[in-house]
């Protein structure tokens, strides 16, 4: 069994374009289906986590290495966007096997996150969870994937001060604010 996430976010795409490859969560399983279709079924497990700083495909495949399943779902992702392949290469990255759980690890735990440690991250990983099993692209590896995934977050989070004080995004700005004006009325 081979995986990998493939995706865009914060610090590898500016606004413009991971705008452009923002999912909604109802469209969330017809695009799962899509890509499952594209990938010919050597790759029978999909999720798509989409938030407003990330869009990440998590693929799981049987028989065949994760480098040959990268390259369809990267076309079917810029397909997805409208834009060339080119374009949307410059701005993802590729994390195989080992790279790719570490990676869904540090994403559940808000450690991969624009404002470090930020909450909001768990649920929509959680949110793509659910779409993917309703959609039927959620098999046993991606499940245990990210079942770890949050048992790591929930470790994070109660092992370190990383949630101890609300650190989202909008409480960051609100803080910000308070730095820069006298009265935020």
């Known amino acids: 069994m081979s995986v990998f996430a493939l995706g865009l976010n914060h610090t590898t795409a500016p606004l413009d374009v991971r705008g452009r490859f923002a999912f909604a969560p109802g469209q969330l399983p017809a695009a799962l289906l899509s890509l499952r ?5 050597a790759a029978p497990e ?5 938030t407003c700083n990330r869009t990440e495909l998590y693929i799981a495949g049987h028989g065949v290495p994760a480098g040959d399943l990268v ?4 076309d079917w992702l810029a397909a997805q966007g409208g834009v060339g392949v080119g374009q949307l290469s410059a701005h993802t990255y590729v994390a195989e ?10 994403v559940a735990s808000g450690l991969d996150s624009m404002v470090l440690g930020e909450p909001q991250i768990l649920g929509q990983m ?13 098999g046993a590896t991606l499940h245990q994937l990210f079942q770890r995934s949050f048992a790591v977050a929930k470790e994070v989070r109660t092992s370190t001060d990383i949630g ?9 700005a609100v803080r910000l604010a308070a730095q820069l004006f006298e009265d935020l009325r």
């Open 46 to 50: 999909a999720a798509l986590l989409s």
């Open 71 to 74: 390259q369809p779902t990267l």
């Open 97 to 106: 096997n080992r790279a790719a759980a570490r990676h869904a690890f540090r």
């Open 126 to 138: 959680k949110q793509a969870v659910r779409e993917a099993n309703e959609a039927g692209t959620l």
């Open 164 to 172: 101890v004080h609300s650190v989202s995004m909008a409480a960051a």
């Open 37 to 41: 279709h594209r990938l010919e079924r």
